[in-house]
Nanobody
Framework: QVQLVESGGGLVQPGGSLRLSCEAS????????MSWYRQAPGKERELVAT????????NYDDSVKGRFTISRDNRKNTVWLQMNSLEPVDTAVYYC?????????WGQGTQVTVSS
């Protein structure tokens, strides 16, 4: 079965950095558009960043442009989210998503908390 396993979350001070990882199994990874979403308490899940099949195109929510970078390695079935200059408003559970046509798969999420 398809599994997406996120890691790398934690507690970080404002201005700090974290790197999230999502390792996929059970799917043809290179055929999927990969994205990171996040959901803060009391808010809806929102799209943070997307990367296309070969990693040639990326898109970011305006709130993270210039601070976050999404990347992937299709040989390792892994997608990353490098998060720099973190702010308290970035506090959320971050989810990895794989999409191909109408098929969507989600990871279990990893908590990111930005606080002094």
């Amino acid at each position: 079965q398809v599994q997406l396993v996120e890691s790398g979350g934690g507690l970080v001070q404002p201005g700090g950095s974290l790197r999230l990882s999502c390792e996929a199994s059970g799917l043809a990874f290179s055929a999927y558009v990969m994205s990171w979403y996040r959901q803060a308490p009391g808010k809806e899940r929102e799209l943070v960043a997307t990367i296309t099949f070969a990693g040639t195109n990326t898109n970011y929510d305006d709130s993270v442009k210039g601070r976050f970078t999404i990347s992937r390695d299709n040989r390792k079935n892994t997608v990353w989210l490098q998060m720099n200059s973190l702010e308290p408003v970035d506090t959320a559970v971050y989810y990895c998503n794989a999409r191909r046509g109408s098929s969507h798969f989600w990871g279990q999420g990893t908590q990111v908390t930005v606080s002094s």
